[in-house]
C-alpha cells in the first residue's frame, strides 16, 4: 500500500506524516523506517522509529533512491512502513520524476508486503490521475 501526502508549503505534511508514523508504531508488527531530507524529525517522532537522513547517504536522485529502499528491504525484511519526506527535495528532481517514483513504489510496496508513505510539497490539484488514487 502506498500513500501520498500532498499539499503546498505550511498545509501540514509534516505533522500527518508524524501523526501516520506515531500510528504505525504503535501497531505494526516490525520495523518503521523514516527517510527524511536534514534532520528535523529527531524529537518529533518515537525511539522505534529507524530516522535515515537521506543527505548523510548522498541520496539525490531517483535511482539512488531506489537503490536506497531496495537495500533497506534486502537488509531487512522485517521493515513494513516506509516514510519519505520531502520528496522533491530528497530526489532533486521535478513532477515528473517524482510522479514516475511513485508509482514505483506502489509496485515495490506491494510486491514486498509493506506500507510507503510519502510527502510532497505540490498543488495537489496538478497531480496527475495516476497519483491522485494515491492521496
Known sequence: MI???MGLKGSGKTKKLIDSIQ???ATASGDVVCIEY???LTYDVNYRVRLVDSKEYGISSVDMLKGFLSGLHAGNFDITH???DN???TIGSDRAAGEDFILWCADFAKSN???ITLTV???PA???EQIKKYL
Open 121 to 123: 510539497s505540490d498543488d
Open 82 to 84: 516506509v516514510y519519505i
Open 23 to 25: 500510528e504505525a508504531v
Open 113 to 115: 508486503n509493506m506500507e
Open 38 to 40: 536534514g534532520k528535523k
Open 126 to 128: 496538478l497531480a496527475s
Open 3 to 5: 500513500q501520498v501526502i
Open 87 to 89: 520528496l522533491y527535495k
